[in-house]
């Protein structure tokens, strides 16, 4: 879903012992690794590493490299992975899960399975008394007709069922290849564009004129690190990712 509409308003209490986490791009899955299982295993023992002082998680998108939920059938593998967010669930702590252009086809499987509650698309969240927009990030200062048409596509209800008629070994080997040969041929990430060119950047500057600068944004999806304060009021982070950070 295109992420610049309007944003979702949400509140989130505070806790002065308690910490708030924000992760994306993990890929889980991806051809591209070596050795997933132990990838996974990573990203699941820094999951048990803020445990016992996470107050909420917010995963920012392309967790997964690629994820479509048939009526009876799920995606293979994912098993720690998915099982960690339905233990800190079970224990209180809070899990958003905000889907990508990778993990765009989560339907209900991880609500109902994990308690993890899925976004489809950026907004404004209170936390710890901090306003923060928060978003996967594709698709964000640029809008162009290739990526609304791109979007309407994906998100077509149906498109989905067609999508669903094939044959699931099939249509996750096509769908993981692609995602590779897109990594391997052209769709590897540039380093910081600067302010002018950085499309989430120009996103942010341009929401701040219209709307009540937030305390934060917070981006995913260009698997670059970047801290950059926007104002003396608002700061804007990307993530990076775990593939190469």
Known sequence: MNEVSSPIEATHSSSSHKAVYFISDMHLGATSFDHPLDYERRVVRFLDSIKSDCQALYLLGDVIDYWFEYKYVVPRGFTRFLGK???FTDQGI???WFTGNHDIWIFD???KETGAQVHR???LYTIQG???YLAHGHGLGHDTVAFKWMTRFFNSPVCQRMFSWIHPNLATAFALRWSAHSRATGGKYPNFLGEDKEHQVLFAK??????PAPDFFIFGHRHIM???MLSRQTRLVILGDW???
């Open 85 to 87: 967010l339905g233990e």
């Open 94 to 96: 809070e899990v958003h």
């Open 109 to 111: 499987y991880i609500e």
């Open 121 to 123: 698309q950026g907004g």
């Open 130 to 132: 901090k306003t923060c």
């Open 206 to 211: 341009q929401y701040m004129k219209e709307h």
């Open 226 to 228: 970047l801290d950059l």
């Open 243 to 245: 593939i190469q950070q």
